[in-house]
């Protein structure tokens, strides 16, 4: 009888579907994930239910949607009326909990973007790697910003360790730190210590990549791999559908995007795109360490992203939308023991379903809220007939749902209770919204989202029989801006008056200020 395989699941951040050589971007250059394709099979109707960073990786980690995780957007879960108090207690045990109970060694590397931050999530060896540091303990024991602290303190003082936000978060950048030490090196460098232990247990590990979620600072030479003039622009539609979802102009504005050019959009994709090949890269390291195990043919590899990025598409930067862009993923599944190889397939599947790919492969199926992905390649499965998306507060005008089958995207906004419907066969872009054309499709799939919406947990998006609707409220931008320095070293802002940035900088330079004080007097001005 066969072991139980390794499994190994790797996640990129903000990585959108189009992105793979293998798959149809010849301008990419991917060969490790091209490998992995040729490796298994790569699904081309992969999408994030909802397509934002906490709750995509809730789902995950537990194989319920939104509804019963209660994680809608990047804040806290709460609860519904009735629903249980705690995540485990309404969706069950984390994933990693799940595996060790299987007889797994257990490993977590990366970003976790759980709340709170230090969320007990099951992995024998947890090793986080955050964005952001809301304090000097967290800064002190996250385990990438310590390696660099012990490791690398040359690098110590840097505020932001994966490249300047705020402003700069869509302004093209390069990493400060060489492509060894940055933290996607070493997450790959933590994997394969990792892969290379044997204790007799197969192993269930979790790599999730920061990049190449903004900013886009790949290192050198990767900053430099893509001539911006040889990508192409983003793809827009007529404003009043793109921007039909009144949070995409309310994104843009609050991150400095307001005014994105087609030239600047290709100097961003030309670093997205150095972003994606320098993980790339990374993997490639990874993969070897898999591949000099004898038991090799006997691991299960998931590479997939949590969501993806507009990239100036439909006239909108970050995620948090169903456009394909935002909402649909990369999904490569392999098992060389088991599965065909360099094989496309075309079920509709979602990051909830790697709960039952996990435990399937481990011999003892869980699916939860997904569908059994392993059991439908075997054909002991059936495909879902469609796919639905959540995202924002039921009960709230933020809220909206969508469903995909085949065919037909069907999204619900319930800001003016509008409607948008789109045939992706003829229209994979998303220009033409054909709600009025095909009022039959827009029934019959909002029926479907009515019926989801009869769930516990998101029935406070109805009204009777009906979606909630609220009055269409037109986003307006009163300056409005989201602020992320670096809160373990006391920066909240920007100062008052620019001198204030150097106060706390020159405390101990006082040769610096003594220099700054002689020429002013010898000015004229002190």
């Given amino acids: 009888m066969e072991k139980k395989p390794n499994i190994l699941f790797m996640m990129t951040d903000q990585q959108r579907f189009d992105t793979i050589r293998a798959l149809g971007n010849k301008i990419i250059y991917t060969p490790n994930l091209d490998f992995l394709v040729h490796r298994g099979l790569s699904f081309t109707n992969a999408y994030s239910t909802c397509p934002v960073c906490i709750p995509s990786r809730y789902t995950i980690r537990t194989g319920c949607e ?21 995540m485990e207690q309404r969706c069950g045990v984390y994933i990693a909990k799940r595996m060790k ?16 931050w230090d969320e007990d999530l099951g992995y024998e060896i947890q090793m986080h790697s955050e964005e952001l540091y809301a304090t000097p303990e967290q800064r002190k024991r996250d385990a990438y910003a310590s390696f660099l602290h012990r490791e690398h303190p040359e690098y110590d003082h840097l505020e932001m360790l994966m490249g300047e936000r705020t402003e700069m978060y869509y302004m093209p950048q390069m990493s400060a730190q060489p492509a060894e030490c940055t933290v996607e090196g070493w997450a790959a460098q933590q994997a394969v210590e990792q892969i ?10 979790f ?29 827009c539609g007529k404003i009043e559908i793109d921007h039909m979802d009144q949070l995409i102009p309310m994104e843009k504005d609050l991150i400095w995007a307001e005014d994105i050019n087609n030239p600047h959009a290709r100097v961003l994709k030309a670093r997205y795109y150095g972003e994606i090949s320098y993980i790339d890269w990374c993997i490639g390291k990874i993969l070897g360490a898999v591949n000099s195990r004898k038991d090799a043919g006997n691991t299960l590899i998931c590479f997939f992203s949590d969501h993806g990025d507009h990239l100036g598409d439909h006239h ?14 990369p999904f490569l599944l392999s098992w060389p023991n088991r599965i065909q190889k360099n094989k496309r397939r075309h079920e509709l599947i979602c990051l909830t379903d790697l709960f039952g790919i996990a435990t399937h492969a481990a011999g003892e199926t869980e699916i939860r809220e997904g569908v059994d992905v392993l059991g439908i390649i075997e054909k002991s499965a059936k495909p879902r007939e469609f796919l639905i998306g959540y995202y924002g507060l039921p009960g709230t005008f933020q809220f909206k749902i969508m469903v995909r089958d085949t065919k037909w995207k069907y999204i619900f906004l319930a800001n003016g209770g509008m409607e948008q419907v789109f045939d992706l066969e003829n229209d994979p872009d998303e220009l033409n919204n054909l709600a009025i054309e095909e009022k039959h499709i827009a029934r019959r799939m909002r029926e479907i989202a009515l019926k989801s919406c009869q769930h516990p947990g998101v029935r406070d998006a109805l009204k009777g029989k009906d979606f ?17 320095f670096d809160l ?20 101990d330079k006082h040769q610096g200020r003594f220099i700054d004080q002689k020429i002013q007097k010898h000015n004229g001005t002190g």
């Fill in 66 to 86: 939104p509804p019963t995780t209660r994680s809608f957007f990047n804040a806290r879960s709460i609860p519904a009326k009735g629903q249980a108090k705690t």
């Fill in 101 to 116: 109970q299987l007889g797994y060694r257990t490993f977590g590397i990366g970003k976790f973007h759980s709340i709170p």
């Fill in 196 to 205: 290379g232990i044997d204790d007799g247990r197969p192993f269930f590990g």
């Fill in 207 to 235: 790599i999730s990549f920061i990049g190449p979620h903004p900013p886009f600072a790949p290192p050198i030479p990767f900053n430099r791999m893509y001539n911006p003039d040889k990508m192409s622009n983003p793809i």
């Fill in 316 to 329: 909108a930067w970050q995620k948090e939308s169903f456009f394909e862009a935002s909402c649909r993923i």
């Fill in 468 to 484: 909630r609707i609220f009055p269409f409220k037109k986003w307006v931008w009163h300056g409005e801006r989201v602020y992320q």
């Fill in 488 to 507: 373990s070293r006391g920066i909240k802002k920007f100062p008052e008056k620019p001198e204030d940035a150097l106060n706390d900088w020159l405390k």
